[in-house]
């Protein structure tokens, strides 16, 4: 799974994550490989995701690729640049600005800094924000310009997108599948990660869509309408931001998910190809 939340422990609703039947019948890598107080990062994915690549090719089959991170899939096919590691403290100050000015401001910053990668952030996304400023500030020299220096994947992959044509259906199924989350007990299954104590909101795993918003709530920031609201825009937001991502890849062969011959066109495009090193869907 090309998934920056699923490969949490105790993150199973929120992320959609597939039940113990799926996943004997359909065997799934790099899924609750972390626990949630650990960090997870698009090197790491890359690093796991390339081993399961080899094991699995070397086996015989072609792997599939499924999720929507796109920025774990744009690591991995196209290589990550030699950036510093994080540096813990100056983390932590950035966050402190961050919650004390607003990111805004601190977007505002980065653009000063690097327009290119600002240019590509939301004012409102703290972590990669974070993560550009901190680069520049170990480095001096803007993240944009270090990202060209990479090294792509050696296998090929076959892209393939789904999603729905239509911008009002994609905002109707995003409430019901967050309605459907609510319904099986993703309030609870938020409270259970606060009631750990270990955990706060800047880690890398509570800041997943939905995530953050129920924690504010379970913390008795916020009532449950609030959280359900702020959880709703910020998944149209990321939705936005994934399909902005999809439309600027290359070679991508795009499905309608809306339309109930899906399956049936993917296997038909799909027997027409060959030699494929590895799928994304």
Same mark, same amino acid.
């Given at each position: $799974?090309?998934?920056?939340?699923?490969?949490?422990?105790?993150? %199973?609703?929120?992320?959609?994550?597939?039940?113990? %039947?799926?996943?004997?019948?359909?065997?799934?890598?790099?899924?609750?490989?972390?626990?949630?107080?650990?960090?997870?990062?698009?090197?790491?994915?890359?690093?796991?995701?390339?081993?399961?690549?080899?094991?699995? =090719?070397?086996?015989?089959?072609?792997?599939?690729?499924?999720?929507?991170?796109?920025?774990?899939?744009?690591?991995?096919?196209?290589?990550?640049?030699?950036?510093?590691?994080?540096?813990?403290?100056? $983390?932590?100050?950035?966050? /402190?600005?961050?919650? $004390?000015?607003?990111?805004? =401001?601190?977007?505002?910053?980065?653009? /000063?800094?690097? #327009?290119? @990668?600002?240019?590509?952030?939301?004012?409102?996304? #703290?972590? $990669?924000?974070?993560?550009?400023? /901190?680069?520049?500030?170990?480095?001096? /020299?803007?993240?944009?310009?270090?990202?060209?220096?990479?090294?792509?994947? #050696?296998?090929?992959?076959?892209?393939?997108?789904? @999603?729905?044509?239509?911008? @009002?259906?994609?905002?109707?199924?995003?409430?019901?599948?967050?309605?459907?989350?609510?319904?099986?007990?993703?309030?609870?299954?938020?409270?259970?990660?606060?009631?750990?104590?270990?955990?706060?909101?800047?880690?890398?795993?509570?800041?997943?869509?939905?995530?953050?918003?129920?924690?504010?709530?379970?913390?008795?920031?916020?009532?449950?309408?609030?959280?359900?609201?702020? *959880?709703?825009?910020?998944?149209?937001?990321?939705?936005?931001?994934?399909?902005?991502?999809?439309?600027?890849?290359?070679?991508?062969?795009?499905?309608?998910?809306?339309?109930?011959?899906?399956?049936?066109?993917?296997?038909?495009?799909?027997?027409?190809?060959?030699?494929?090193? *590895?799928?994304?869907?």
């Amino acid at each position: $799974r090309v998934d920056s939340s699923i490969v949490y422990r105790g993150m %199973d609703i929120g992320t959609a994550k597939p039940g113990p %039947d799926v996943l004997a019948a359909v065997p799934h890598r790099l899924i609750d490989i972390r626990d949630p107080a650990q960090a997870y990062s698009a090197g790491a994915f890359r690093r796991d995701a390339l081993a399961a690549i080899n094991e699995i =090719v070397g086996e015989g089959r072609v792997p599939l690729l499924v999720g929507g991170t796109m920025l774990y899939f744009r690591a991995l096919e196209r290589g990550l640049a030699p950036l510093p590691k994080a540096d813990p403290a100056l $983390r932590a100050k950035l966050d /402190e600005r961050g919650a $004390r000015e607003g990111w805004p =401001v601190l977007h505002a910053e980065l653009a /000063e800094a690097d #327009p290119d @990668a600002a240019a590509k952030i939301h004012p409102n996304d #703290p972590q $990669r924000i974070q993560r550009a400023l /901190e680069v520049y500030a170990l480095t001096g /020299e803007p993240i944009s310009r270090l990202q060209q220096l990479t090294a792509h994947a #050696p296998v090929s992959f076959l892209k393939l997108a789904y @999603a729905p044509a239509d911008r @009002a259906d994609l905002h109707t199924r995003i409430g019901q599948r967050f309605e459907a989350m609510l319904t099986e007990g993703f309030v609870d299954e938020v409270r259970g990660l606060y009631d750990r104590g270990d955990l706060n909101p800047r880690l890398p795993s509570m800041r997943s869509v939905g995530y953050r918003q129920l924690w504010d709530h379970v913390a008795g920031q916020i009532s449950l309408e609030e959280a359900i609201e702020n *959880a709703l825009v910020a998944t149209r937001r990321l939705a936005k931001r994934q399909m902005t991502w999809l439309r600027s890849e290359r070679d991508l062969v795009w499905f309608d998910s809306a339309n109930t011959r899906i399956s049936g066109q993917t296997f038909d495009f799909l027997r027409t190809k060959g030699g494929i090193g *590895a799928a994304l869907c």
